[in-house]
T-cell receptor
Framework: AQSVTQLGSHVSVSEGALVLLRCNYSSSVPPYLFWYVQYPNQGLQLLLKYTSAATLVKGINGFEAEFKKSETSFHLTKPSAHMSDAAEYFCAVSVTGGFKTIFGAGTRLFVKA | EAQVTQNPRYLITVTGKKLTVTCSQNMNHEYMSWYRQDPGLGLRQIYYSMNVEVTDKGDVPEGYKVSRKEKRNFPLILESPSPNQTSLYFC???????????????FGPGTRLTVL
């Protein structure tokens, strides 16, 4: 069975600091991995996705994530946080041949001025 | 504008009173899905549909029904709502062709349901 673990339900960084949101997955088959962002009172929107084409994936708003099979990780990073990055971030996994998507519990990012 | 719409956005109801939350997409997507979002639990899949008349259970289907009679619509039905179904509900859609399972899902704005 597939699962996703996001380490840290809340992360706080200063504006301009590095953002690192952690995601580990469990899958018995090659996974497709996603990061979604949810701004207050909105639905989720895709930040980036891993589909086995490249291990380093670049997304919108300066975010990127690196797929590390040996560590079963897909951590999300951004070199310099902006106030507008404050939101909740979800890591998700889908499995080839299936239509189920498993979401992590989410990490709320706070950005301090 | 390409979008997923849900109605109503907010709903307060009482235990046992049947309700339907509608979901519609205008992107000709084959795949649609319902999720519930609860604090500390993230999003959990309720039901999904791979195409018209094809639906399957997600991880938390108990107490819910769905139907997919048209490609654009995927209503969520609570026949006898209970307080533990108080939650934030999201509908999502994607192209979902098997070879394109990695396609992103597009989410609606959410429906906040309170069952008293």
């Amino acid at each position: 069975a597939q699962s996703v673990t996001q380490l840290g339900s809340h992360v706080s960084v200063s504006e301009g600091a590095l953002v690192l949101l952690r995601c580990n997955y469990s899958s018995s088959v090659p996974p497709y991995l996603f990061w979604y962002v949810q701004y207050p009172n909105q639905g989720l929107q895709l930040l980036l996705k891993y589909t086995s084409a490249a291990t380093l994936v670049k997304g919108i708003n300066g975010f990127e994530a690196e797929f590390k099979k040996s560590e079963t990780s897909f951590h999300l990073t951004k070199p310099s946080a902006h106030m507008s990055d404050a939101a909740e971030y979800f890591c998700a996994v889908s499995v080839t041949g299936g239509f189920k998507t498993i979401f992590g519990a989410g990490t709320r990012l706070f950005v301090k001025a | 504008e390409a979008q997923v719409t849900q109605n109503p956005r907010y709903l307060i109801t009482v235990t046992g009173k049947k309700l339907t939350v509608t979901c519609s997409q205008n992107m000709n997507h084959e795949y649609m899905s319902w999720y519930r979002q609860d604090p500390g639990l993230g999003l959990r899949q309720i039901y999904y549909s791979m195409n018209v008349e094809v639906t399957d259970k997600g991880d938390v289907p108990e107490g819910y029904k769905v139907s997919r009679k048209e490609k654009r619509n995927f209503p969520l039905i609570l026949e006898s709502p209970s307080p533990n179904q108080t939650s934030l509900y999201f509908c999502a859609s994607s192209f979902g062709r098997l070879a394109d399972i990695y396609n992103e899902q597009f989410f609606g704005p959410g429906t906040r349901l309170t069952v008293l």
